[in-house]
């Protein structure tokens, strides 16, 4: 695994240049805040390139499949995450299957189908799950983030994406995730656990 103390990286302006494999532009900036107090001098490029088979039947699986296509093509470092929320009365559904859970990648369509699937049993529990993958020339590393609350019973609030409007995280105050500010979402969320545990092991080279 690359060092962010290594010479041996392409830099601009003294800052280690990163592959993000995401095409969410809302994700690129979640990272972007996250990221930045934990590895200054970090620039993370937007991947432009074609979208890997997500195949894989787990969040870590999934992760380390998308960076490593983006290092493959870039031969840059690479991040990459694959997320999604796990609902305890459904089994765990969608978990990995949470962005095409409707079958039309629409958020809205998304989150109204957990609504009717879940309908109204008392047990709401849920988590949003991260993992999230690093690869470089040097090797490979993926970590979970978990974050705990229980589903509303109807959309709430205007901010976040996928399905923030209807998760109540334990730690919110009994506020739904799409009703924090994007600075006290990025110091809760499951995003925040798992990359800050990624950017620990990245500085450890």
């Given at each position: 695994m ?20 995401t ?12 990221l ?11 991947d432009?390139?074609?979208?890997p ?6 969040f870590?699986a999934?992760?380390?499949i998308?960076a ?19 609902v ?13 859970y409707a079958?039309?990648?629409v ?7 957990l609504?009717?699937?879940l309908?109204?049993r ?6 949003f ?6 690869v ?14 229980e589903?509303?019973?109807?959309p ?5 994406f996928?399905?923030?409007p209807?998760?109540?995280?334990h730690?919110?105050?009994g506020?739904?995730?799409a009703?924090?500010?994007?600075e ?15 950017a620990e092991?990245i500085a450890?080279?």
């Amino acid at each position: 695994m690359t060092s962010l103390g290594s010479t041996g990286i392409d830099a601009v302006g003294g800052g280690l240049q990163v592959v993000v494999a995401t095409r969410n532009p809302h994700k690129v900036e979640e990272l972007g805040r996250i990221l930045a107090p934990l590895l200054p001098g970090v620039e993370l490029l937007p991947d432009s390139g074609p979208e890997p088979v997500e195949d894989g039947d787990t969040f870590e699986a999934n992760a380390l499949i998308k960076a490593r296509a983006a290092h493959e093509r870039t031969g840059l470092p690479a991040l990459a995450d694959d997320s999604g929320i796990e609902v305890d009365a459904l089994d765990g559904e969608p978990g990995i299957h949470s962005a095409r859970y409707a079958g039309t990648r629409v958020d809205r369509d998304n989150l109204e189908l957990l609504l009717t699937n879940l309908g109204d049993r008392a047990d709401r529990g849920a988590r949003f799950v991260c993992a999230a993958a690093w690869v470089d020339g040097d090797g490979e590393t993926v970590v979970r983030g978990e974050w705990s609350g229980e589903i509303a019973d109807a959309p709430r609030g205007a901010g976040g994406f996928g399905y923030d409007p209807i998760f109540l995280p334990h730690d919110a105050g009994g506020r739904a995730a799409a009703e924090l500010s994007p600075e006290e979402k990025d110091a809760l969320s499951h995003r925040r656990i798992a990359f800050t545990a990624l950017a620990e092991r990245i500085a450890r080279g």
